[in-house]
């Protein structure tokens, strides 16, 4: 049975011993004042908030690791092709921009599969959010805006090693 008791001053403490005392086979449990139990229930959702916000940080992480591996996995891999096209004319910044097309049609296609994928799991979301709506597009929008960048800045290390590539070493295949 939970009770309350207003007052002005701490009472939690004494009034708790009082109880004991008066009423030695009474369990008192968790006398704490208002301010304490209020703290206590608003710690669970921004102890999940802070989680949520920490596994977001380290799958934006890995995403970005991913992005970085697989385009330098690509590049290292299109070494001839590269020295190809250089052989042909093309300029360090046509390879960066052509490493940089490729990236953004991951990050692109990533996007797409996962908007699809929150807008489809919104009724599980929504007990997770706290003041946000599931289905909101400015929090969507700011998503892919934050993603694509990431994406990009992910991508620009293995588009200037591209660009850096000896035609002639590439076409040997050193």
Do not use: C, H
């Not at 009474?26 to 006398?31: G, I, K």
């Not at 890995?62 to 590049?75: E, H, K, N, Q, R």
């Not at 996962?114 to 799991?121: N, P, Y």
């Amino acid at each position: 049975v939970v009770r309350s008791v207003r007052s002005d001053g701490p009472v939690a403490r004494p009034l708790s011993e009082l109880l004991r005392r008066e009423f030695p086979d009474v369990a008192v449990v968790d006398a704490q004042p208002m301010s304490e139990q209020v703290r206590r229930a608003a710690a669970d959702p921004k102890m999940n908030a802070d989680l949520a916000l920490g596994f977001g940080l380290f799958g934006l992480g890995l995403a970005a690791l991913g992005i970085f591996s697989v385009l330098s996995y690509t590049v290292s891999t299109s070494g001839r092709a590269i020295g190809i096209r250089m052989a042909l004319g093309a300029t360090a910044r046509d390879i960066t921009g052509w490493v940089l097309r490729g990236a953004g049609r991951l990050v692109a296609l990533g996007l797409a599969l996962g908007l699809v994928a929150s807008w489809a799991t919104t009724r599980l979301l929504e007990g997770l959010l706290y003041g946000l709506e599931a289905k909101d597009p400015r929090i969507a929008a700011v998503i892919v805006v934050v993603l694509a960048a990431v994406g990009f800045v992910a991508a620009l290390l293995p588009a200037s090693r591209a660009a850096r590539v000896e035609p002639v070493r590439a076409m040997r295949g050193e």
